[in-house]
């Protein structure tokens, strides 16, 4: 509205009206503003998580369009709640132009039940008021407090969103496999010439989340689906980009998942046994009793160029989430092999212990084998910032014992180890039978406290 | 009649009486509003304060009839409405209506709390009705009629408090106070002088209709809705039981037995209409409606016995009142 200056012949209702008019002009502003900061916040969520791919596009028009519908709807309402009235006009006025309650008086009275004369030398009074008032200087428009509240509750809306995702894979359930294939569904459906291979990827995924299942049919399940992703990828042109990377990430997640499988598998049988693992059976460690958790990690970390190559072109936020849930996904890993451990006894290969322990950097002992590059090499930085740190595995008595309840405080034991010289109690031979049964030998009590 | 003829009439009357009277400024502009709106002052306050001289003034002034009682214990109804009287007349004996003081148009009754309620109530009939009933004839009160009222706060033995259904007739309740030094000075120079200062006529013979008039023009002065619901919102919150019971002003709760009955609102807005054309404004204001709240209701709160033990007056309840009930 324009501040014009009310002309000494105008109407007071007019000035009453007009005033009226530029105040619910500025109430429609603060109703949109107030609604705004949250508005900006929600697309700012939806958009994030269609980067990741937990939205498809549909959705995040669908979702968008929504939530535009929903904050109109609530700005309507609150302009409503704070659309000035006509009694709340004539009120400013008089405040501002002194008028002793003329306009309020003006703005409320029935006019056809009040005598003309004084009706009319009212209008003149007020009149004559209304040199008084300034639009522009006396109604300005003002940011409302309760606009700063909303952008500051929106902010802390974000970070409380991003902190979430930050704890997201900590919280992550056993089915966090089946929402990663899904995602990868999603993102794979979004290339032309992929949507079948998405779909059967999606199909996967709700077939995972079937206890009915067993682990050996998953993994056939998963192997049949990665014969069919590595044969896109091989029929792929080179260079085709991001969906070329979706197919290399997708083939290691299910290469990941198989090996994972296979490897709990392998745990539940050879229990109490050595199961010597493949060195590229990388994840078997991790085996609890499903085998699946932590697989995912272990797929994203297959040592294959191609996928080091599909991580490094993946974009920021999605690289460096994927690093991240790896981190996560190994510290999982570590915490839960001390089961493993135990059925594995002492077989286990030095990588296989690299890898158990996921994300911590505690290389165990060199392996013999190429060092794939994201091994740490003697005089590299841990991720625990442990440099050249080595392990040996020491045999307690608890656990030579066999005492299967003791599994877990072995685990801790364990633990406490790290860094010692590679020298054990294992049982020896006796001099001149080396057939006969070993005899233990019982560690000292003055070197327990150095082991433990 | 015209705004600004009630204005000019009203500050001429006013004038006058402020000629006699020192001092009392809002008494007697109170006073004469209330008399412009038809309705009753209760004057309450120490002796030789001026209440009497200034109903006199008034009366004066309005060139009105004018009537004095002297409510004492014994005095009896029919010393204030009229009695019969046998008359002798061509032979033939009849009773005629011997009317009383209560016959006038200003009747001064002076420490109206001296009489029996029995003789108190006998002027309710003509304050509320505006007519007096004996042995069975009504008989009607000219207009303008007034009662000025007095009542002493002190020398309480002997004395009979005035009944709440006769308090509420009173249109307003206005507390004469003592002068301050300055105005003490100018009334001992008017009064221990030679001559004795009246105030003048102000109305002339046709006085009752112009009076009439303005009590017509004070009725149609505008008030806006809002300004209404707020009196009411007032006259509520006087309540200490019903809806109220859980309001905002606890002192309500506290202390008030009663609260103000709708001639309280009615005395509230005629008083602000009155306010407003005074001030030369023919709308009322929030102001206007300020300025008579105290008077209006001060005398329809009837207060408990806590209240008494604490010495607490209903005007400290109304302020409690006026600051929790929001104008808007």
């Not at chain 2, 009629?145 to 408090?161: K, W």
């Not at chain 2, 006529?201 to 505008?222: F, N």
């Amino acid at each position: 509205m324009a501040g014009s200056l009310a002309t000494p012949t105008a109407q007071p209702e007019k000035i009453i009206d007009g005033v009226r008019h530029r105040l619910a002009i500025h109430a429609l502003w603060q109703a949109a503003l107030f609604f705004l900061p949250p508005l900006l916040a929600f697309y700012y969520v939806i958009f994030f998580l269609h980067r990741f791919g937990w939205l498809d596009a549909d959705e995040v028009m669908l979702a968008g369009a929504a939530l535009l519908v929903v904050a109109s709807v609530l700005a309507v309402g609150r302009f409503r709640s704070l659309a000035p009235s006509r009694q709340f006009a004539a009120r400013l006025i008089d405040y501002r132009a002194e008028g002793k309650d003329r306009f309020v008086t003006l703005a409320t009275i029935d006019s056809l039940a009040s005598p003309p004369a004084l009706l009319s030398r009212l209008k003149a009074e007020a009149a004559s008021l209304q040199s008084r008032i300034e639009f522009k200087r006396d109604f300005p428009f003002r940011l409302r407090r309760s606009f700063l509240d909303s952008c500051i509750a929106s902010l802390i809306a974000i970070l409380i969103f991003h902190l979430l995702l930050q704890l997201a894979p900590l919280l992550k359930s056993n089915s966090g496999e089946s929402i990663d294939l899904t995602i990868l569904s999603r993102q794979l459906a979004q290339f032309p010439g992929l949507e079948k291979l998405a779909e059967s990827l999606k199909m996967l995924a709700a077939r995972l989340e079937d206890s009915a299942l067993s682990n050996e049919e998953k993994r056939s399940l998963i192997e049949e689906l990665r014969k069919q992703v590595n044969e896109q990828l091989a029929g792929a042109e080179q260079g085709s980009g991001r969906g070329e990377d979706l197919l290399r990430q997708t083939s290691n997640q299910l290469s990941g998942m198989e090996e994972g499988l296979g490897a709990g598998q392998g745990q539940g049988k050879g229990a109490g046994g050595n199961q010597a693992q493949s060195p590229t059976q990388r994840g078997g460690g991790k085996g609890s009793a499903d085998g699946g958790q932590g697989e995912k990690q272990s797929g994203l970390k297959t040592p294959d160029p191609s996928s080091g190559a599909a991580e490094k072109n993946l974009p920021g936020p999605m690289q460096q989430t994927g690093q991240e849930e790896q981190k996560q996904a190994g510290e999982r890993t570590g915490g839960k092999d001390g089961s493993q451990d135990q059925g594995n006894g002492l077989s286990r290969g030095p990588r296989e212990n690299l890898e158990s322990k996921g994300g911590r950097g505690r290389p165990d002992q060199k392996s013999s084998e190429p060092t794939p590059q994201r091994i740490l090499r003697p005089g590299d930085q841990g991720q625990a910032g442990l440099k050249d740190s080595r392990l040996v595995t020491v045999q307690l008595p608890e656990e030579d014992a066999g005492m299967e309840g003791a599994a877990a405080a072995g685990d801790r034991k364990r633990r406490t180890s790290d860094a010692k010289p590679p020298v054990g109690n294992l049982p020896l031979s006796r001099p001149g039978q080396p057939n006969a049964t070993p005899e233990k030998q019982m560690l000292p009590l003055e070197y327990r406290e150095l082991i433990r | 009649m015209d705004p600004e003829k009630f204005r000019e009439l009203f500050f001429r009357i006013e004038t006058e009486i402020k000629g006699v009277i020192v001092g009392h400024a809002d008494a007697i502009r109170k006073v004469l509003i209330a008399f412009f709106a038809g309705g009753h002052v209760l004057l309450e306050g120490a002796p030789g304060l001026g209440k009497t001289l200034l109903v006199k003034s008034l009366s004066h002034a309005l060139g009105l009839s004018f009537k004095r009682v002297q409510f004492t214990p014994d005095l009896m109804p029919a010393d204030i409405v009229g009695t019969q009287i046998l008359s002798e007349s061509e032979g033939r004996r009849d009773f005629q209506f011997k009317k009383g003081p209560i016959f006038a148009h200003v009747v001064l009754a002076d420490e109206i709390n001296r009489a029996t309620p029995k003789t108190q109530s006998a002027v309710l009939e003509a304050m509320e009705e505006r007519q007096v009933t004996a042995l069975g004839v009504t008989y009607p009160m000219e207009p303008p009629f007034m009662v000025l009222a007095t009542q002493n706060p002190i020398e309480l033995e002997g004395t009979y408090p005035l009944p709440e259904a006769q308090l509420d007739r009173f249109f307003f309740k206005l507390l004469v106070t003592h002068p301050a030094p300055a105005e003490l000075t100018e009334i001992l120079h008017r009064t221990t002088r030679a001559g004795v200062q009246e105030a003048a006529q102000v109305l002339s013979a046709d006085g009752a209709e112009v009076i009439a008039g303005m009590h017509l023009l004070l009725r149609q002065v505008l008030i806006a809705p809002p300004l209404e619901d707020y009196v009411v919102r007032l006259v509520h919150a006087t309540q200490p039981d019903g809806q109220n019971q859980n309001g905002a002003v606890p002192e309500v709760r506290e202390y008030l037995r009663f609260g103000a009955s709708p001639r309280g609102a009615q005395a509230i807005i005629l008083g602000a209409k009155g306010t407003a054309l005074v001030q030369g404004r023919v709308h009322v204001s929030y102001d206007d409606i300020a300025s008579v709240i105290y008077p209006a209701l001060r005398h329809r709160l009837i207060l408990n016995f806590q209240a008494e033990a604490e010495n607490v007056t209903a005007d400290q309840i109304l302020a409690a009142i006026i600051k929790a009930v929001p104008r808007d």
